[in-house]
C-alpha cells in the first residue's frame, strides 16, 4: 500500500500543481516540492522494513513490500507491484533528481509552469512505477507512460531543435517498446501452455523452462527495448538529440534515472527471465557496451555543444554498466549498479550546470566560451569536480562503479576489459578539453556573468558529498541491493556458475 | 606515535576542504596558516615518528585501518595504512621538503590573486601523496596514484588563462592516465589470480603461486610497470614532464621533481617481489631507466629554459632509480629517490627564486651574472648542481655512485651508460651555473627573495650535502644485499668522470676555450642539436601518430555516422510516403482503377492463380 | 450449340454490343438510347430465363423509370454539345486501354470460375404469384426496409434538389 | 411473425417510427432544437427497447435478421456513436442557416440502417441495410453545400460506394449461384461438402464481397476514397462514416465469413494479410507528411483498419475465433471512442469557420494555451490512436497483439510494430503543433455545450477503459462471444 | 412458357461480361451522367446475374433479389442526379475531373 501511495502522491501532486496554475503562477513549483518532500517521507519507513522471502522461479528472493491486487482478470494482469534493496535504491535515486530536477529549473521555466511541473511529477511518477511493478503488463505500462510527460518536456520546452528530438526520442523508446511488448505477450502465451496458468507475474515467469530458440527471440525483444533506453551503441543516437534539446530539469532526469530503467530493466527482466539466452549474447552485449565507451567517449571529445557532449559521455558510461550486467558477476553488476548511481548524480550535475550556462550565456556553444571560471569561479570549482568525477576518480562514486565493473569484467573476457579500459584515457581527454573550453583559458569578452547562487550551490553540494559518499563508503549501497542480486545468482545459477569463480 | 598516521594525511586534506568550501573568502594570512600550518603538522609527526624509530630501531610494520572499505564479492579492500620503512621515508621526504616548499611558495605566489586555490591544491597534492604511500592495498594506493595526478594536472594548469599552459596540464594528466590504465589492468590481473589487492599478503601469495619466470606475473609486473613509467616520466610516456613546467615553481619543485614522478619508483620498489618472479621485467626496467637517463641527458644539453633543463635532468635522475630498481639495488633507488627530492627541490626553488627576481625569465642565455646579485640562488644552484652532478661529499655522490656500483655488478654496459649519463650530467649543470651566474649581466634583477624563500633554500642546502650520511631505514623491507668488492678501478672510475665533465664545462661555457661552434654548425652538429632539442623528436611523433589521428577521427565523424543510418531510415520512409501520396490523385477514374486493380488482384489470390 | 439457345445468343448479342456502345458513346443521350435497347435486350434473357415477372419490371421500372429520369436530367441540363466535344477531345483510344485489360482480366478470371461448371438451367418459371408469396412471407422485413431506404433517397434528393440552397441566402 | 420476434426488432420498429415521426414534426413544425431532441431520444429509446429482447437472444426473425447478443454490443456501439455524433452535428450546424432538420433525419436513417445490418443474417438485409446506410451517408456528406468539396467528396463517394455494391452483389449472386441460399449459415454446409468447382465459386464470390466490403473498409487498394471523403465531408458526417459505418460494416463481415466458415479458406487469409498489411503500411506511409488533420485521421483509419483485420484473420486460424471476436470487438470499441473523441475535437475547432472544415494543421496550433482542456481531449485521442498507456487505445492494440501472439502471425505482428512506429511520428506532430507558443488561430475557439460534454464524456471513458478496462472486457465476453 | 435451357455458366458469363463493361465505363468516361449510367449497367449485371442464379434453383429469391436491386438502383440514381443537379448549378459542368480538388 505505501507503494501505490508513493506512486499516487507523485500523480495527484502533478494534478494539483498544474490547476494550481491558475491561481498563482508560483504554486506549482512549491507543490511539486511538497509533493516529492511527501514522498520522500512516505519513503523513509521504507529503509527500515524487514525483508520476507518470496519463491522466484527455483529460487527465492527478498522483498521489502509486495502489494497485488487483480487487474484485468481476463489475462490474469494484475496490479502487483515491489519493493527490494534494487528499486529501492533506485527510488531514492529518482526522488533525489527529482528535487534536483525542480532546484535547477526553480526560476527557469515561465511558460506554463503548471503543465510543466505536471510533466516533471508524472514522469517521476512513471518511472517510480517502472522500478517498482512485478507484473509484466503493468511493467510495459509504467514504461510507456513515463514517456510521455517527458515527450511534453522536450517538445515543449525545448530549445530550437525540439521538435525533432522529442519526437526522435519517442520514436526510438516506442517502437522498442513494441518489441518488448510483443515478447512479454509471447512469454505469457508459451508460460501458458507450459503451466496452464495465464499470468502477466513476474514470480510466475521467471524460471521457466522455455525452448531456447523461443527464448532467444524473446530475449532479444527484452534487450532491444532496455538497451535503446540504456542507451547502448548503435542505438543512442536519440540521446545526444533529446538532451541537447531539453530543458535543464528535462535533461536532468533523463541521464539521471531514465536511462537507469534500461539497466535495470536488464538486470530484473532480460537476464533472469531468459538466462541461457541472455548468455548467447553476452559477448555480444559486452561488446556493444565497450563499443559504446570508447564510441561514446570519442565523440563526445568532437562536439562543440556542451550538452551534446555531457550526452555522448553519458553514452560512453552507460555502456560501462551494459558492460558490468552482461558480465553478470557479483563484482560487476555491483558496480553497474554503483555506476547507475554514480553516473546519475555526476551527469545530471553536469546537465545542470549546462543549463545554468544556457541560462546565462543564451548558447551551448563552448566555442563561444571559455575563461568563465574568471567569471563565475564557484560555477568554474564545482564544473571541475563533477568533470573529474565523470572522468573516474578515485575517491568519488563513478570510480567504485567502473573499477568494479572492469575488474571483475577481466575475469570473463580480456580482451573487451582491455578495450573498455580505452575508455578511461579517451575520458580524461574529453572531459578535460571540455573544461578548458569552457571555464579555463582567457575571458573572451566581458560579461558580467552572475554565479551560482545559494540554490544552486546548495543542490550541488548536495551531490558533491553524494559522489564522495559513495567514493569513500558505497558498503551502505552494496548491502542494499546485496540480496536481490544474490537471489538472482541463485535463479541463474545454472548458467552462471560465478560463485566458485568469484570467491 | 604510530597511532597518529591517520591525521599525516588528513591534515592537508582538512585544510584542503576548508579552502575549497571557502572558495578564496578567506585573507591571504590565513590561507598561508592553514595550507603551510597543516603539512608542517604533518611533518611533525613523522618526523616524531622517525626519531621514534632511530631512538628504538628499526620496527615491524605497523598497519592501522581506518574503516572497511568496499567489499563485495570477495574483493575486499580496506581503507588502511601501512607503516614501515619504505613508506616512513618516502612520507619524510613528501612532508619535510613538502613543508619547506609550502613555506617558500607561502611568498613566492604572494601575489597571485589565487593564493587560496594554489594552496588547496597543494594541500590535496600532499595529501594524495601521503595516501599513495601509505596504502596497504593496492586500490588505496591508486586512489593516491591519481589523485596526485589530479593535482599535478591541477597545478600545472593553475594559470589556465593561458591556453598553453591547459594543454601541458592536459597532457600531463592523460599521459600519466595511459600509464594509469596499464596499471588497473595490472591490478585486475593481480586480483584475478591471487584474489585481493592487499599488498603484502598479495605479494606473499604471488611468491607462493608463482615460480620465477611465469607467464602471468612477467604480464602484471609489466602492466604495473606501465603504470610506473607514466607517472615517472620515462620513456616511452615521458614526453608530459617537460611541459609540466608550466606550473608555478614551487610545484614544480614539489611535483616534477622531489615526490610525485617517484611515485613510479616507489611502485616497483613497493612490489619489488613481483619483480623478482618477472626476472625479464625486471631487466626492462633497468632498460628503460638506462635509455631514458641517457635520452633526457643529451636532451638536456641543448635546452635554454631554466626550468625545461631541470626537467630533463628530473627524467635522467629518475632513470637512474629506475637503473637501481632493475638491477636489483631496491635501496640505492630509494636512497637516490631521497637525494635526488633534496638537491631537485634545491635547485627548482632556485630557479624559481632567479626567475622571481628576473620578472619571469626563463632562458638562461638571457641572464648571467648574477652570481653576487642573488647570492642565495646562485649558492642553491651550486651546492644543488654538486649533488645532482654527484660530486663526492655531496648527497648525490654516494647515492650515485651506489647504483653505479650496483650496475656494474649486473651488467658492465649498464655501468658504462649510467657513467656517461653522470658525464652528461656534469656538463649540462655545470652550463647551467656558469651561464646563468656568471659572466656579463643581461638582465637586471629586482631585489631578491625574502626570507621566506631564502630559509628553506638553505635548509635544502644543508640537506643537499649531507643528506648522504643519513641512512634510510629500508632494511627490513627489501631483500639484503650482499656487500660484494668492486673492482677498485671502477670504484676510482666512478667519482671521476663527473669531475672531468665539469671541468669541461668550465672549459666550454666560461672560459670558452674549448669552441665546438663550427661542429655546431656543420650541418650534422645542428641537425643533431635540433633533434636533442626537440627531445628526440618524440613529441612530434607521438603528435602524428597519435593526436593528430584522433582529432581527425574525431572531427570527421563529429556528427555520429551511426545517426546516418537512423536517418536513411527515416528518409526512405519519406519517400515511400510520397510516392504513395502520389497516388492520391482526387481523380475518380483513378480511384476506380485502384479498385477494379484490387479487385482483379484479390481475386487471383483467392482463387489460387497466385 | 443447340438451335434452342438461340434467342438467347440474340438477346446477349444485343444487350453486350447496345452496352458497349452505351458506355463509349460520346453523347450522354445517345448513350442512354443504347443503355435502354440493351435493358430490353435483357428483360428479353429474363424472360427466356423464366423470370417474366423481373422481365416486365426491367422494362416498366428500370428502362421506363429509371433511364427516363437521367433522360428528364439530361434536359433539365441542357448541356449543348459543349461537353460532347470536350468527350471527343480527351477521350482517345488510348484512354480505353488500360481500363479494357483490367476489365478483360477481371473477365477471364469470372470465365475461369465458370468454366468449371456447366449445368444447364433446370427449374421451372416462377411466376409472379410465387415471388409475391415469397416476397411478403420471408422477405418482408426487406420490403420494409426497402421501403425506408427508398425514404432516405426520397428525403436526400428532395434536399439536393432544392435550389441555391445557401447561395440565395448569402445573396438576399 | 411471432410476439417473440416482434419483440426482438422493437428497436427497429420503433426507430422506424419515430423517424417517421420526426419527418411529421419537421413537415409541420420545423425547429432544430425540437429536431435534435427527437433525434436523441429515439436512440435512447431504441437502445432501451433492447432491454426486453435481451431475454429472448439469440432468436431469428424472418431468415433475414438475427438478434444475439453480438448484434446487441454492436447496436449499443452504434447508438452511443449516433448519439454523440448528433450532438456534434447539432453545434455544427446550428449557426448554418435553415433547413438543417433533414440531417438528423438522415443520420437516424443511416443509423437505421447500421442497426440492420449488424442483425442481419441474409445477403438481402445485407444489401439493403448497407445501401440504407450509404444512401443516407450519399446526402449528410453533401448536407452543407458550402463550397464544392461536400459535393466532390459525396459524390466520389456515391459512384465508388456504387461500383463497391454492385462488387458485393455480384458476388453474392456467385455464391447464391453455386448454393441457392442467401442465408448466412446455410453456406457452412455448403461449402465443405461439394467439389472443387463450388470451392472456387465460393472463393471468388468471397473475393467480390470482400472486395465491396474493403472498400467500406476502406481498405488498401480500395482506400483511396477515404481522405478525400473525410476532408470533404463535414466533422460530425467524417465521424460517422469513420465510426457507425465502418464499426456496422465490420460487424456483418465477421458474422458472414465467421458463420459460413468462408474464413477458414487458405486462399482467402492469404488475401486477408496480403491486405491487412497494405492497409497498415500504406495508411501510416500516406499520413507521415500529411498537414490536413482530417486527412491524417483518413489515413490513421486506414492503418487502424489494418491492424483490425489482423483480429479478423484471427478468426480463421485454428482456435482463434473466439479470441478474435473478441480482440476485434474490444479494439473496435476503443476505436469508436477515440475516434469520436478526435472527431469531436475537429468538430469544435470548426466552428470558427463556417466557410470551411478545420483541417489544416495550423488550426490546431497554439491549442494546448488557449484552450488546454480541448487540447488535453485531443493529445489522448490520439495517444490513444497511437496505443500509448493510460488509453483505450493501448488495451485495443494490446489485445491486436494478444490474438495476433496466440495464432503466430509473426508477419502480421511486425506490419504492427511498422505501422505504430511509422504512425507515431504523425500523431506527435500534430501534439507538437498543439504545443507550438502561437497566438494566432485558436484563441477564438469556443467550446460549445452539447460537443463540448459529449466529447468531455468520451475522453473520461478513454481514460477510465484504458486504465480498467475489465467492466468492458467482462461485457463483450457475456454478449459477444455468441458467435463465435 | 418454361424458360429455355440456357447453361448457367453462360448465363453469368454474359453478366460477367456486362459487369465488366460497366467498370470500364466507371473508369474511363469523364461525364458524370455516363458514370452513373455505368454504375447502372453494373447494378443490371448483378441483377441479370441473380435471375441467372434464381432459374438455375427454380426459387423467387433470384428475382426478389433483383426488385431489391432496382429499388437500390433508384435510391442510388435519385441522390446522385440530385448531387449532378447541385454540381452543375455551382460549376457549371458535370465533367468529373474539373469538379475534384480533394487530393493529397
Known amino acids: 500500500m505505501q ?47 524487514e525483508p520476507t522471502s518470496v519463491p522466484l522461479g527455483a529460487a527465492t528472493s527478498q522483498w521489502l513490500l509486495v502489494y497485488e491486487v487483480p487487474w484485468i482478470p481476463r489475462f490474469g494482469i494484475s496490479f502487483l507491484l515491489g519493493l527490494d534493496g534494487l528499486t529501492l535504491l533506485m527510488v531514492a535515486l529518482t526522488l533525489f533528481l527529482g528535487l534536483v530536477a525542480l532546484a535547477s529549473s526553480w526560476n527557469e521555466i515561465d511558460h506554463q509552469p503548471g503543465f510543466f511541473q505536471f510533466n516533471l511529477m508524472w514522469t517521476l511518477a512513471g518511472v517510480t512505477g517502472v522500478f517498482v511493478a512485478l507484473d509484466l503488463f503493468l511493467f510495459f505500462f509504467f514504461w510507456e507512460v513515463m514517456l510521455i510527460p517527458m515527450y511534453f518536456l522536450i517538445a515543449i520546452w525545448g530549445h530550437e531543435n525540439k521538435a525533432y528530438a522529442s519526437m526522435k526520442f519517442f520514436l526510438f523508446t516506442q517502437i522498442s517498446g513494441l518489441f518488448m511488448l510483443l515478447s512479454i505477450l509471447v512469454l505469457v502465451f508459451v508460460a501458458a501452455d507450459l503451466t496452464g496458468n495465464f499470468t502477466f507475474n513476474y514470480f510466475d ?19 532491444v527495448a532496455f538497451v535503446v533506453k540504456l542507451p547502448g551503441f548503435p542505438f543512442h543516437t536519440w540521446l545526444p538529440d533529446a538532451h541537447t534539446q531539453a530543458p535543464t530539469a528535462a535533461s536532468v532526469l533523463l541521464a539521471g534515472i531514465l536511462l537507469k530503467t534500461g539497466a535495470y530493466g536488464l538486470i530484473r527482466f532480460t537476464v533472469p527471465l531468459f538466462p541461457e539466452a541472455a548468455m548467447e549474447i553476452a559477448h555480444v552485449a559486452m561488446l556493444l557496451g565497450a563499443i559504446g565507451v570508447v564510441y561514446g567517449a570519442v565523440l563526445a571529445f568532437a562536439q562543440d555543444d556542451f550538452k551534446r557532449l555531457v550526452a555522448y559521455s553519458s553514452v560512453s558510461h552507460m555502456g560501462f554498466v551494459l558492460i558490468g550486467i552482461f558480465a553478470w558477476r557479483e563484482l560487476t553488476l555491483q558496480g553497474s549498479v554503483m555506476q547507475m548511481v554514480a553516473h546519475g548524480l555526476s551527469t545530471a550535475a553536469l546537465f545542470m550546470i549546462a543549463g545554468a550556462l544556457q541560462h546565462r550565456l543564451h548558447t551551448r556553444d563552448v566555442s563561444k566560451m571559455g575563461g568563465l571560471w574568471k567569471d563565475m569561479p564557484r560555477m568554474g570549482a564545482i564544473a571541475m569536480f563533477f568533470i573529474v568525477a565523470s572522468l573516474g576518480m578515485p575517491g568519488l562514486g563513478n570510480f567504485v562503479g567502473e573499477f568494479l565493473i572492469l575488474m571483475g569484467t577481466f575475469q570473463v573476457d580480456v580482451p573487451i576489459t582491455v578495450f573498455a579500459s580505452l575508455g578511461l584515457i579517451v575520458a580524461a581527454v574529453y572531459s578535460l578539453v571540455a573544461m578548458q573550453r569552457v571555464f579555463q583559458g582567457a575571458p573572451t569578452a566581458d560579461r558580467n556573468l552572475q554565479d551560482f547562487d545559494s540554490r544552486e550551490v546548495a543542490t550541488m553540494v548536495l551531490m558533491m558529498l553524494g559522489l564522495v559518499y559513495l567514493g569513500v563508503h558505497p558498503q551502505p549501497v552494496f548491502d542494499m541491493v546485496e540480496p536481490t542480486l544474490t537471489s538472482l545468482y541463485q535463479l541463474t545459477g545454472p548458467v552462471h556458475e560465478w560463485v566458485g569463480a568469484a570467491r | 606515535m604510530n597511532e597518529l598516521i591517520w591525521l599525516i594525511p588528513l591534515a592537508p586534506l582538512i585544510s584542503f576542504t576548508i579552502m575549497f568550501a571557502t572558495q578564496g573568502k ?133 594559470w589556465h588563462e593561458d591556453p598553453n599552459n591547459g594543454a601541458a596540464a592536459r597532457k600531463a594528466f592523460v599521459v600519466t592516465r595511459i600509464g594509469d590504465t596499464a596499471m588497473a589492468l595490472g591490478l585486475f590481473l593481480l586480483f584475478m589470480h591471487l584474489g585481493t589487492l592487499q599488498i603484502q599478503p598479495m605479494l606473499e601469495a604471488a611468491t607462493q603461486t608463482w615460480v620465477t619466470g611465469d607467464s602471468i606475473p612477467t604480464i602484471a609486473a609489466l602492466l604495473l610497470l606501465g603504470g610506473a613509467v607514466g607517472k615517472s616520466a620515462q620513456l616511452p610516456l615521458q614526453t608530459w614532464l617537460p611541459d609540466a613546467m608550466a606550473g608555478p615553481t614551487p610545484v ?90 633534496f638537491f631537485k627541490a634545491l635547485l627548482f626553488l632556485g630557479a624559481g627564486a632567479v626567475i622571481y627576481s628576473l620578472h619571469h625569465e626563463h632562458n638562461i642565455f638571457k641572464m648571467g651574472g648574477l652570481r653576487k646579485k642573488l647570492p642565495v640562488a646562485f649558492w642553491s644552484f651550486l651546492i644543488g648542481s654538486a649533488a645532482l652532478t654527484a660530486l663526492p661529499l655531496t648527497s648525490g655522490f654516494y647515492s650515485k655512485d651506489e647504483i653505479l656500483l650496483a650496475a656494474y655488478e649486473v651488467n658492465p654496459l649498464f655501468w658504462a651508460g649510467g657513467l656517461l649519463g653522470a658525464f652528461l650530467t656534469s656538463v649540462y649543470s655545470f652550463r647551467l651555473v656558469f651561464v646563468v651566474f656568471f659572466g656579463e649581466a643581461k638582465t637586471e634583477p629586482s631585489a631578491p627573495a625574502g626570507p621566506r624563500m631564502a630559509v628553506p633554500l638553505s635548509i635544502l642546502c644543508v640537506f643537499s650535502i649531507i643528506g648522504g650520511w643519513f641512512h634510510i631505514p629500508v632494511d627490513a623491507v627489501f631483500p639484503v644485499v650482499t656487500e660484494s668488492h668492486h673492482d677498485q678501478t671502477i670504484a676510482i672510475i666512478t667519482p671521476l668522470v663527473p669531475i672531468i665533465g665539469v671541468i669541461l664545462a668550465y672549459l666550454m661555457f666560461l672560459r670558452k676555450s674549448l669552441d665546438f661552434t663550427s661542429l655546431l654548425e656543420s650541418s650534422i652538429g645542428s641537425n643533431l642539436r635540433k633533434f636533442f632539442f626537440s627531445h628526440w623528436a618524440m613529441d612530434w611523433l607521438y603528435d602524428k601518430v597519435f593526436v593528430v589521428p584522433y582529432k581527425t577521427i574525431a572531427r570527421i565523424n563529429q556528427s555520429d555516422i551511426v545517426d546516418m543510418v537512423y536517418e536513411g531510415i527515416a528518409n526512405i520512409t519519406s519517400i515511400f510516403h510520397y510516392l504513395t501520396s502520389s497516388t492520391q490523385t482526387g481523380q475518380l477514374r483513378w480511384y476506380a482503377f485502384s479498385m477494379a486493380a484490387g479487385l482483379v488482384f484479390i481475386l487471383a489470390i483467392m482463387l489460387g492463380i497466385i | 450449340m443447340s438451335i434452342e439457345l438461340f434467342p438467347f445468343y440474340v438477346a446477349a448479342t444485343v444487350s453486350l454490343v447496345s452496352t458497349l456502345l452505351a458506355v463509349s458513346r460520346y453523347s450522354p443521350t445517345h448513350a442512354l438510347i443504347y443503355f435502354i435497347i440493351s435493358l430490353l435486350a435483357t428483360a428479353v434473357v429474363f424472360f427466356l430465363l423464366g423470370a417474366p415477372f423481373a422481365a416486365v419490371l426491367e422494362i416498366m421500372v428500370y428502362a421506363g423509370a429509371i433511364v427516363v429520369l437521367f433522360l428528364f436530367v439530361v434536359m433539365m441540363l441542357n448541356l449543348g454539345s ?23 482480366i477481371l473477365f477471364f478470371e469470372l470465365v475461369y470460375v465458370l468454366s468449371g461448371t456447366s449445368t444447364p438451367i433446370t427449374g421451372t418459371a416462377v411466376s409472379p404469384k410465387e415471388v409475391g408469396i415469397q416476397l411478403f412471407g420471408p422477405y418482408v422485413l426487406a420490403v420494409e426496409i426497402a421501403s425506408m431506404l427508398l425514404l432516405a433517397a426520397l428525403v436526400g434528393a428532395y434536399h439536393l434538389g432544392r435550389r441555391y440552397l445557401s447561395d440565395t441566402r448569402g445573396q438576399s | ?130 445501401e440504407l446506410l450509404g444512401v443516407s451517408l450519399y446526402t449528410m456528406i453533401s448536407y452543407p453545400q458550402k463550397g464544392l468539396l461536400t459535393l466532390e467528396a459525396a459524390l466520389k463517394y456515391l459512384i465508388l460506394s456504387g461500383v463497391s455494391s454492385t462488387f458485393i452483389l455480384f458476388g453474392t449472386a456467385l455464391i447464391y449461384a453455386i448454393s441457392g441460399s442467401l442465408g448466412f449459415a446455410e ?157 469531436g475535437v475537429v468538430t469544435i475547432v470548426s466552428l470558427r469557420d463556417h466557410e470551411k472544415d478545420a483541417g489544416d494543421i495550423s488550426y490546431y496550433e497554439g491549442l494546448f494555451w488557449h484552450r488546454p482542456l480541448l487540447a488535453m481531449m485531443f493529445t489522448l485521442t490520439l495517444l490513444s490512436l497511437a496505443g500509448i498507456p493510460l488509453t483505450v487505445g493501448f488495451i485495443g492494440k494490446f489485445y491486436i497483439f494478444t490474438a495476433g501472439v496466440t495464432t503466430t502471425l509473426w508477419l502480421l505482428l511486425l506490419a504492427v510494430i511498422a505501422g505504430s512506429g511509422i504512425g507515431l511520428f504523425y500523431y506527435l506532430r500534430i501534439i507538437f503543433a498543439m504545443t507550438k507558443r502561437t497566438d494566432a488561430g485558436a484563441s477564438e475557439i469556443e467550446i460549445p455545450l452539447a460537443g463540448g460534454w459529449a466529447v468531455a464524456a468520451i475522453s473520461a471513458a478513454m481514460l477510465l477503459f484504458g486504465i480498467y478496462p475489465a467492466p468492458i472486457i467482462n461485457l463483450i465476453n457475456n454478449l459477444v462471444s455468441s458467435i463465435a | 412458357m418454361d424458360p429455355i435451357a440456357v447453361p448457367i455458366e453462360q448465363g453469368l458469363a454474359l453478366a460477367s461480361i456486362l459487369f465488366a463493361i460497366g467498370l470500364t465505363g466507371v473508369m474511363v468516361r469523364r461525364n458524370i451522367i455516363v458514370i452513373l449510367m455505368s454504375l447502372e449497367v453494373m447494378l443490371n449485371a448483378c441483377a441479370l446475374a441473380f435471375i441467372v442464379a434464381g432459374a438455375k434453383w427454380g426459387e423467387a429469391d433470384g428475382q426478389i433479389m433483383f426488385m431489391l436491386i432496382l429499388s437500390v438502383a433508384a435510391a442510388e440514381v435519385a441522390v446522385g442526379l440530385g448531387l449532378l443537379l447541385q454540381i452543375n448549378r455551382r460549376v457549371g459542368s458535370i465533367d468529373i475531373d474539373e469538379i475534384s480538388r480533394l487530393r493529397g
Open chain 1, 3 to 49: 507503494l501505490v501511495a508513493l506512486i499516487s502522491v507523485l500523480f495527484v501532486g502533478g494534478l494539483v500543481a498544474w490547476l494550481a496554475e491558475g491561481s498563482n503562477r508560483d504554486w506549482p513549483k512549491w507543490i511539486s516540492l511538497i509533493t516529492i518532500l511527501l514522498s520522500a517521507v512516505l519513503m523513509i519507513p521504507l529503509f527500515s522494513l
Open chain 1, 205 to 223: 515467469l521467471v524460471g521457466l523452462n522455455l525452448d531456447p530458440d523461443i527464448a532467444w527471440w524473446l530475449m532479444l525483444g527484452f534487450f
Open chain 2, 26 to 158: 578567506l585573507g591571504k594570512t590565513p590561507v598561508a596558516i592553514l595550507g603551510v600550518g597543516s603539512v608542517g603538522l604533518s611533518a611533525l609527526i613523522v618526523f616524531s615518528i622517525v626519531f621514534t624509530w632511530l631512538n628504538s630501531g628499526p620496527q615491524a610494520p605497523y598497519v592501522q585501518t581506518i574503516t572497511s572499505w568496499i567489499n563485495v564479492g570477495g574483493f575486499n579492500p580496506q581503507i588502511s595504512f601501512h607503516l614501515d620503512g619504505l613508506s616512513l621515508t618516502m612520507m619524510s621526504v613528501i612532508t619535510g621538503v613538502g613543508f619547506l616548499i609550502h613555506v617558500y611558495s607561502s611568498l613566492f605566489m604572494e601575489d597571485d590573486e589565487d593564493y587560496s586555490r594554489f594552496f588547496s591544491y597543494m594541500n590535496l597534492f600532499v595529501c594524495a601523496m601521503l595516501i599513495l604511500v601509505l596504502a596497504d592495498n593496492l586500490l588505496l594506493l591508486y586512489l593516491g596514484w591519481e589523485g596526485v595526478g589530479l593535482c599535478s594536472y591541477l597545478l600545472v594548469g593553475f
Open chain 2, 252 to 341: 614544480s619543485a614539489l611535483i616534477h621533481a622531489a615526490t610525485m614522478v617517484t611515485a613510479g619508483v616507489y611502485l616497483i620498489a613497493r612490489t619489488h617481489e613481483l619483480y623478482l618472479l618477472a626476472p625479464t621485467v625486471q631487466t626492462a626496467v633497468a632498460v628503460v631507466g638506462l635509455a631514458t637517463l641517457l635520452m633526457a641527458a643529451f636532451t638536456a644539453l641543448t635546452q635554454t629554459d631554466i626550468k625545461r633543463i631541470l626537467a630533463y635532468s628530473t627524467i635522467s635522475q629518475i632513470g637512474y632509480m629506475f637503473l637501481a630498481l632493475g638491477v636489483g639495488a631496491w635501496a640505492s633507488g630509494i636512497f637516490h629517490l631521497m637525494t635526488h627530492a
Open chain 3, 82 to 104: 459543349r461537353g460532347d466535344e470536350l468527350a471527343h477531345q480527351w477521350l482517345k483510344p488510348k484512354m480505353w486501354i488500360m481500363p479494357s485489360i483490367l476489365c478483360l
Open chain 4, 1 to 130: 411473425m411471432s410476439e417473440q420476434q416482434l419483440v426482438a426488432i422493437l428497436p427497429h420498429i420503433l426507430l422506424s417510427a419515430l423517424i417517421l415521426i420526426q419527418m411529421m414534426v419537421i413537415a409541420f413544425a420545423r425547429n432544430l432544437m425540437t429536431t435534435v431532441v427527437i433525434s436523441v431520444i429515439a436512440l435512447i429509446l431504441t437502445g432501451l427497447a433492447f432491454m426486453p429482447a435481451h431475454s429472448l437472444i439469440p432468436i431469428a426473425v424472418t431468415p433475414l435478421i438475427v438478434l444475439d447478443g453480438y448484434a446487441i454490443f454492436y447496436s449499443g456501439l452504434i447508438l452511443m456513436s449516433a448519439t454523440a455524433v448528433t450532438l456534434m452535428a447539432y453545434d455544427y450546424f446550428k449557426d448554418r442557416g435553415e433547413r438543417q432538420d433533414e440531417f438528423f433525419m438522415l443520420l437516424l436513417l443511416a443509423t437505421l440502417g447500421a442497426l440492420i445490418l449488424v442483425c442481419s443474417s441474409h445477403f438481402a438485409s445485407l444489401i439493403l441495410g448497407l
Open chain 4, 187 to 343: 453456406l457452412a454446409t455448403i461449402g465443405s461438402a461439394e467439389n472443387g468447382t463450388s470451392e472456387l465459386f465460393l472463393a471468388a464470390g468471397s473475393a467480390l464481397i470482400f472486395g465491396g466490403i474493403m472498400f467500406k473498409l476502406s481498405l488498401a487498394p480500395f482506400h483511396m476514397w477515404t481522405p478525400d471523403v473525410y476532408e470533404g465531408a463535414p466533422a460530425p458526417v467524417t465521424a460517422f462514416v469513420a465510426t457507425v459505418s465502418k464499426g456496422a460494416i465490420f460487424a456483418i463481415t465477421l458474422r458472414l465469413f465467421t458463420s459460413s466458415g468462408l474464413i477458414e479458406t487458405s486462399s482467402i487469409l492469404t488475401g486477408l494479410s496480403i491486405v491487412a498489411i497494405l492497409s497498415m503500411l500504406a495508411g501510416n506511409l500516406l499520413a507521415l507528411r500529411q498537414d490536413n488533420v482530417k486527412r491524417i485521421l483518413a489515413y490513421s483509419s486506414i492503418a487502424h483498419l489494418g491492424y483490425l483485420m489482423v483480429a479478423f484473420i484471427t478468426a480463421g486460424m485454428i482456435g482463434g475465433k473466439a479470441l478474435a471476436v473478441e480482440s476485434s470487438s474490444y479494439f473496435l470499441f476503443a476505436y469508436f471512442i477515440t475516434t469520436l473523441g478526435a472527431f
